[in-house]
RNA sequence: GGAGGGGUGGCAGAGUGGUCAAAUGCAACGGACUGUAAAUCCGUCGACGUUAGUCUACGAAGGUUCAAAUCCUUCCCCCUCCA
């Protein structure tokens, strides 16, 4: 039903390495790699995910301070929703029965969905953790909901998410040795609950997520479980916690390796522009993260000479704009004063421009980064995208 | 003309003898943010000095006291009410 079209790709001698004796719902193709970078195409029953790909997220069911419309122009072509706090507040049964989350936030591309695991960990205070799940006090009235992996898996499946995460713990970092061993062996056995319980449809996918910290045994372990168990995708979870751009390269350094070579592979939480171009350089097909969004809020803004403090005094009389030959209606319009302004007086539309002016970024070094792929240039592409974000002071002097 | 209230750091506003270079909020300046409890959080914020510390400061000028933003005297200015 998803009609392969390699004409239409840059390449022609496009590698075909999609396993097609397989009963998984999700289908991948692999079209081309450079060293261990790689280039494909996710196909969904909402359309296809050009890879490397990077999801805006969408917690709640909106990614914050943007239209559905303005996430699709500013190039994403997927984005997330969470399962914890979806079943707060509206609650599954009410997506559901308003058409699915796809009809209920207006946006017709995929959506992924995370589990829940990392609110096991970034909402530690308040819930309690057992073999059989997780309790959580909701941190919106107290109320206790209770998540197992196939709690999770029914709620992704109401919701109607196309790429559904299994529940995991993302290991708080730092962990011993015995501490990530043990939460990971968890993790596992979850992950094969989650499969056990998730239904397979057509033109959706079930994620299994890789934990072992720091641990490159524990990540092999790990692997070959999840492996064993046969999953649509592969995340990589528990990275970005506070190990440090080193650690966390490290670990990229083999644990993409250890997963199917066949299938997308998925860096949970990550990352700032350097991280995901050291990560897609390693491996990597699919990232998410609050970081352009949030920051958005935040007054940073993103650009190709690093990142600015659009509060800074320095902005103040700069008529030029936030990024030069950036096409997101805040660049082609407005001046680094005028959003500088709006920031300082709390506009919500200071809010509204930088946030998508840094998706748009974000999904701009995709297309960035598939393009240099496509076309045999990725070194000399990252080498210009470093070269350019060291420049970043220089360019502030003027 | 009569009665009363008040002048504190960029602003608002605590403080009424030593623990005050002066709470708190805002503003200002800078930083952080990685599967979103975030339009959030953190730091700095009189001057000089790395520190110890020194100096200048609570309308102005005098005074009382070991010690004054705080008490007294005079002056200047603002506000409210009554005529």
Redesign the pocket.
Known sequence: MHKQDFSSTPVGWVVEMTARNQSLMLKFDLLKTHNKARLGKLHTKHGVVNTPAFM?????GT???MLPESVAAAGAEIL???T??LMLRPGEDLVAKMGGLHKFMNWDKPI???????????????RKLTEEGVTFKS??DGKKFFLSPERSMEIQHKLDSNIT???????PFPATHKEAEKSMQM?MRWARRSKDAFVDRDGYGLFG?Q?GSVYQDLRQISADKLKEIGFDGY?L??????E??KQ?FEVLDYAPDMLPEDKPRYL?????PD??VGAVLRGIDMF?????????????AFTKYG?L?I????H?EDNRPVEEGCDCPLCKSYTRAYIHHLQ?????L??MLL?WHNVAYYERLMKGLREAIAGDSLDSFVAQFYQDQKKGDINEQN
């Open positions: 805006p997220v969408g917690t709640c990614v914050k301070a997330l929703g969470n914890y706090h992924l969905t995370d589990s829940g695991g990392f609110q096991v960990m970034s909402l530690s205070g308040i941190h919106v995460m299994c529940l995991d713990e993302c290991t993790s997520i934990q995340a979870g528990g990275l970005a916690v506070g440090g751009q966390m949970m939480g990550v990352g700032r991280d995901i998410d993260c609050v970081m352009p969004t949030r920051s958005g809020r935040t007054a940073q990142a403090n509060r800074n005094a320095r103040r300082k007086c709390n506009e919500v200071a809010i946030t």
